[in-house]
């Protein structure tokens, strides 16, 4: 069946502007997430989806960073005034629970590049 | 700060050898570890591990959690240049966040 897509699969961008990052989860999956990953880095938790709402928000790195999910399917993360140091991979995974009893299915990610 | 850390950082083996990757962890509220493997972009899961001392197999992976040590290792046995990946080891917490080791890189040589 169809698993986690995001789009766009690349993304360059100028520092300073906007990107909107978007992700389908699996149907039926009632839990988000959002990571990152640097060059050389490991995977980095951002924000955490639970139906449209998120309970944790701890991970999101400044104020630039913001992400909504619309009727308990797709997200959108968005950062704001992109930096340099935002550049990263940006992988959303859905679980069909909250209860944290599944595991968590990844996208193929994004790759945003600020220049 | 919770914490989750891999070892070795990095792996060189030819086919057909045995490798052993360690992870090791310093969490607030442990609920269950995880292990994927990571080619492209996209992790795939391996194993989750909530259990200590009972180990799970697929193939020629095993994996097998230690509460005590707060460890666990993942074995891969008669090694494929296809093995050649990053392996994370995640730790899940109350609360649904997952916290992530560096990986190690497996490069395994025909």
């Known amino acids: 069946g169809a698993g986690v897509s995001q789009s766009p699969s690349n993304k360059v961008t100028e520092k300073g502007k906007d990107v909107e990052l978007r992700c389908d989860p699996i149907s039926g999956h009632t839990a988000l997430y959002w990571y990152r990953q640097s060059l050389g880095q490991g995977l980095e938790f951002l924000i955490y989806?639970?139906?449209?709402?998120?309970?944790?928000k701890s991970g999101l790195p400044s104020d630039r960073f913001s992400a909504e999910r619309t009727g308990g399917s797709v997200s959108t993360l968005t950062i704001q005034r992109t930096q340099q140091e935002d550049s990263a991979v940006y992988l959303c995974?859905?679980?069909?629970?909250?209860?944290?009893?599944?595991?968590?299915?990844f996208g193929p990610g994004t790759r945003l590049t600020v220049l | 700060e919770d914490k989750v850390v891999q070892s070795p950082l990095s792996l060189v083996v030819h086919e057909g050898d045995t490798v052993t990757l360690n992870c090791s962890y310093e969490v607030t509220n442990f609920r269950s570890l995880l292990w994927y493997k990571q080619e492209k972009k996209a992790p795939t899961f391996l194993f989750m591990l909530t259990s200590s001392g009972i180990e799970k197999k697929s193939g020629r992976l095993s994996s097998i959690l230690d509460k005590k040590e707060l460890s666990s290792i993942l074995n891969i046995t008669a090694t494929q240049t296809g093995d050649s990946a990053i392996y994370l080891c995640?730790?899940?917490?109350?609360?649904?966040?997952?916290?992530f080791g560096a990986g190690t890189i497996l490069r395994v040589k025909s």
């Open positions: 995640a730790v899940m917490e109350y609360g649904n966040k997952l916290v």
């Open positions: 995974a859905s679980s069909p629970d909250s209860l944290g009893t599944d595991t968590q299915y």
């Open positions: 989806f639970q139906g449209n709402s998120a309970p944790d």
